[in-house]
């Protein structure tokens, strides 16, 4: 007999190490497999966020962006430094620091929590049962509930593999303890843009290879090009539009990249070169053909609006299912399964996930776009704000980017916030509340913001969506 629990977790990423508290916290025997290994082969729980993505990418963006600001900011407050020294084995160091303490934190949950911690690759086999693999030994275990949360893993691409010695992958580029003269990423999204901008502040000359045409696509049109005129003509990173990646090759310590830009082929040798094209499911051989799991046409499993998968008593939450591959939606979707588990009625909007840039200035944004208002045919108002006419930014010496609400012309209702600017990931959170609650421009403008803060260009990009901004410009 296999020993069997309420439930059973696959992967411990942000998306199932919630769900497996949630469960236990709900009374559940919870148990939850997870495969991940430091560099010295120990288990770490948190997955691709806490290991190799969200955390430490910050960490080091931190760190990054204090020493920029030795080099360019202090002199306008009217400090002078004497020659600022970099010791980059010591920044990893602390980025190690970070995640060592953190995933710790999690075993520590899971045992606070009485939650059974499996190490191994696990597989879903017919009628819920769970197989658990290491070291060429397996175990099987059975639950009334299986919950899939493996996550996802990086897109490789021939003309550049992976060798995370020159060709580099996230976990690569967040470890390597030189700075690099010159810095290749094939790939000008979320992440090659947060890891470009870390080792560009540190001192790399860094050429970003973006095959599209149009610069982060999602962003709401206004914002994303005063973002590239500012990481390019401001901050110095050379971002090629349109320049598809035909060839690389490895010469000892450096790379070729030939690139097709414009319809002509030029190359240029870079030290390092980050490959940083997308991520997918991690679903290979998550289950046997006889237990009936159903993956849609791009490998990520199948589910409904409620993460039921194909198989009664089977969910899938994360980055291993549809919507934005962002740890905080994964991790609300644990939450949302496990009270669904225990008989509750939990609400999950998806349509208020916020998104966020994590580069300076940095960008976040929640709903839709005025490109995608117009495409839906839907008639509404924007509103913006500068934040250089913001007291508070100033004071910050933050002077580039702008708040805009975009809301329906009829109701007054908010339909998308987006920002460009300091501390943008969090102000967002406002306008997520806002748009949770159906909240109108009208509610913002009527809310009182302290003074002086950044959040009261949100308070006047909601008045301005009506034409009444006090200190308009
Ligand atoms: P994962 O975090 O990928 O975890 C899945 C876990 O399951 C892993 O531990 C994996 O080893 C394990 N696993 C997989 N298959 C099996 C199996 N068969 N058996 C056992 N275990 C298995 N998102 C944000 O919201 N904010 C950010 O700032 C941010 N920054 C990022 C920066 C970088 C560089 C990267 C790469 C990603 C970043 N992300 C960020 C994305 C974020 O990391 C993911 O959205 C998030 O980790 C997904 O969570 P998850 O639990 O679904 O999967």
């Not at 309420?6 to 949630?22: T, W």
């Not at 696990?122 to 049962?129: D, S």
């Not at 996230?170 to 470009?196: C, H, S, T």
């Not at 349509?351 to 509404?380: C, F, L, M, S």
Request: with cysteine; charged share 25%.
């Amino acid at each position: 007999m296999s020993e069997k629990f309420d439930v059973i977790v696959i992967g411990a990423g942000p998306a199932g190490y919630v769900a497996a508290l949630r469960c236990a916290q709900l009374g559940m025997n919870t148990a939850c497999v997870d495969d991940w290994q430091d560099s010295e082969g120990n288990p770490s729980l948190g997955g691709t966020c806490l290991n190799v993505g969200c955390i430490p990418s910050k960490a080091l963006l931190d760190s990054s962006e204090k020493y920029s600001q030795t080099q360019h900011e202090f002199a306008d407050h009217g400090i002078s430094v004497g020659k600022v020294e970099l010791d980059v084995s010591k920044m990893i160091e602390r980025k190690n620091g970070i995640v060592s303490n953190l995933t710790k934190g999690i075993a520590g949950l899971f045992k606070a929590n009485k939650i059974t911690s499996l190490h191994g690759r696990g597989k879903l086999l017919a009628n819920k049962q769970v197989e658990v693999s290491k070291d060429g030994k397996t175990a099987t275990y059975s639950a009334d509930n299986v919950i899939i949360a493996v996550g996802s893993e990086p897109i490789s691409i021939p003309v550049a593999q992976v060798d995370n010695d020159v060709i580099l992958d996230n976990a690569g580029a967040l470890d390597i303890n030189k700075v690099p003269k010159k810095l290749g990423v094939i790939g000008a999204g979320v992440i090659g843009l947060e890891l470009g901008s870390v080792w560009k502040r540190l001192g790399s000359e860094v050429t970003l290879f973006e095959a599209m045409d149009e610069f982060l696509a999602p962003v709401d049109k206004q914002l994303s090009r005063e973002a590239f005129r500012t990481f390019t003509k401001g901050q110095g990173l050379d971002i090629k539009l349109g320049a598809k990646v035909t060839e690389t090759k490895v010469n000892k310590k450096s790379v070729r990249v030939t690139y097709e830009l414009n319809g002509e082929s030029h190359s240029d040798t870079f030290d390092k070169l980050i490959v940083a094209v997308g991520r997918r499911a991690n679903t290979r051989d998550i289950a046997s053909d006889d237990a009936g799991l159903k993956l849609d046409e791009r490998g990520r499993v199948d589910v409904d609006d409620h993460c039921r998968t194909s198989i009664d008593g089977v969910y899938a939450i994360g980055d291993a299912v549809k919507g934005p591959m962002l740890a905080h939606k994964g991790s609300e979707e644990g939450v949302f399964v496990a009270e669904v588990i225990a008989g509750q009625k939990p609400h999950l909007n998806h349509d208020t996930v916020p998104w966020v840039i994590y580069t300076h200035p940095e960008i976040a944004w929640v709903g839709i776009t005025e490109e995608q208002a117009k495409a839906q045919g839907i008639d509404y108002n924007t509103g913006f704000f500068p934040f250089a006419a913001n007291g508070r930014s100033m004071a910050m010496n933050e002077k580039g980017g702008r708040v805009k609400v975009i809301a329906d012309a009829k109701t007054d209702r908010v339909l998308g916030v987006h920002i460009l600017g300091p501390n943008a990931s969090e102000l967002i959170a406002e306008a997520v509340l806002a748009m949770e609650y159906s909240a109108s421009t009208e509610d913002i403008a009527r809310t009182v913001h302290a003074h002086p803060t950044l959040s009261e260009a949100l308070h006047e990009a909601a008045l301005a969506t009506t034409g009444r901004a006090l200190h308009k410009v």
